[in-house]
């Protein structure tokens, strides 16, 4: 396997700043993608966390006794 199989990314791109605004130029769109990259990279991350452990007990992998007591240490 590939590092790339190994691994769960997403990427935004300026085409998906104008599906949320439309009348965004290419330009505008690209200058809006670099003001908000690194506020977005620590939100998704802090939010990513969260969904990981919902996904992995949802699916089995970790118990919810696990969780709580991770959470009482």
Known sequence: MTKDENTISVVWSPEDI???IPELSDVDAIEALHTIRDSFKE?????????????LEIYGYKDEDEEEEEEEE
């Open 18 to 20: 104008q599906s949320l």
């Open 43 to 55: 939100r998704a991350t802090e939010q990513g966390w969260e969904i990981l452990e919902t996904l």
